[in-house]
């Protein structure tokens, strides 16, 4: 790290059991009059959103539903949720879900505010405006999107992700309320606990790195190693949910500030070609990443074994900084991540377009290692 740099997050944070009660009284506090509730069909089932109506309804605030987010929220979810909000004239959006409602939300949020398309808004900083008020309540533990300046939509029309990155599309109240993250599968607290370790380990590393963004990333690497199994073996686990919550808002407020790497880079072309969960495509690919970058700062690497809980007395740095490849290839076998791509429905024809894909992705450009095309290719080759 050298020079100046900036910090920039959520400006109130809501972390317990039944926070979410909260929501109404913050949005009537707002003068809220309708809200404009975002989520994917499937937590229909659990009640949590009939739940959340129920508290705005409770402040006298009207909600309309837009439940058609897709697991890789698309373009057209944007626009169709921005259509409604506009016809609906709500002056609130509250998304409850992981991160595919909750960037679907901020990108409707953020292009209701400033006209246009949600094509209009990639890259870094592209909106003048702030965005509709934005409440978002996660339900998992591992992407971070209640609280970051980024959202990932797919344009259907190229068949890639496009990564949003404004200061205007951060939330103005997050909510992390474990009693709603009991009922996530062991596979997906999995997958989204792999996830926040991958945002983790790849902001502590990431060129745009700093003593606040390590902090927050080393202690969640710590608490991920230490509650992650716990979660998934038990998901009615108030404690390792509780921690798991808290583990992925710091990997969230690391990589909000120091941004990601190639694991990230490669996971987005997956998603978008194959539509699987990003947070298992991340999972896959972090050890072999990790594995690519071990040369460039050995003694962080080293750093992330100590948080994982290796004992490192007696070995060298390198030696150490290879331990924690280890680390996290064992923490992926105990929680039932597959080690290979191939073994999720990969194919290998398609490896070289992935990684052409994946050498545009702006993620690629924070990598501790620089990366060409071919060393993509090779990363995804080693990982098929």
């Known amino acids: 790290m050298s020079g100046a740099f900036g910090f920039i997050m959520p400006k109130e944070n809501l972390f317990g059991v039944d926070t979410s009660a909260q929501v109404g009284k913050k949005a009537k506090e707002w003068g809220a009059k309708k809200a404009l509730i975002i989520c994917g069909s499937s937590i229909l089932k659990t009640g949590y959103v009939e739940r959340i109506i129920g508290y705005l309804k409770e402040e006298e605030i009207d909600t309309v539903l837009y439940s058609n987010v897709s697991p890789n929220p698309t373009d057209s979810n944007v626009a169709e949720g921005v259509s409604l909000l ?36 990639e890259g870094i900083d592209k909106s003048t405006k702030e965005m509709v008020p934005l409440i978002t309540i996660n339900t998992t533990a591992g992407t971070a999107s209640e609280m970051t300046r980024i959202s990932v939509i797919t344009n259907t029309k190229e068949a890639r992700k496009m990564i949003i990155v404004d200061k205007n599309i951060t939330p103005k109240l997050t909510i992390n309320d474990p009693a709603l993250m009991v009922s996530l599968s062991p596979e997906f607290t999995a997958g989204t606990g792999m996830d926040a370790l991958t945002h983790a380990i790849e902001a502590y590393v990431s060129t745009l790195s700093n003593p606040i963004t390590d902090a927050n990333a080393f202690q969640a690497i710590r608490l991920i190693g230490q509650y992650l199994p716990q979660a998934v073996k038990d998901g009615e686990n108030i404690e390792a949910r509780t921690q798991m919550a808290c583990a992925q808002f710091l990997a969230g407020m690391a990589f909000n500030n120091a941004l990601l790497g190639n694991a990230h880079a490669l996971a987005h ?116």
Do not use: W
Not at 110 to 121: E, F, K, P, Q, S
Not at 283 to 302: C, E, G, H, S, W
């Open 86 to 121: 506009q016809q609906a004239a709500c002056d609130l959006v509250v998304a409850i879900g992981g991160g595919s409602s909750l960037d679907c939300a901020k990108a409707i949020a953020l292009v209701a505010a400033n006209g246009g398309t949600v094509y209009d808004y």
């Open 269 to 384: 072309p997956l998603g978008s070609i194959y539509d699987l969960p990003h947070g298992l495509c991340n999972a896959i690919l972090l050890p072999y990443v990790m594995n690519y970058n071990l040369q460039t700062k050995p003694d962080k690497f080293r750093n992330i074994a100590l948080a994982l809980g290796v004992n490192v007395a007696g070995v060298t740095v390198e030696e150490a900084a290879e331990l924690s490849v280890k680390a996290v290839r064992e923490l992926a076998k105990q929680i039932g991540i597959p080690e290979r791509l191939s073994a999720i429905g990969v194919k290998e024809e398609d490896l070289p377009k992935l990684a052409e894909m994946a050498s545009k992705d702006p993620c690629a450009l924070f990598n501790p290692r620089p990366s060409k095309y071919e060393d993509l290719l090779e990363l995804l080759k080693t990982a098929y």
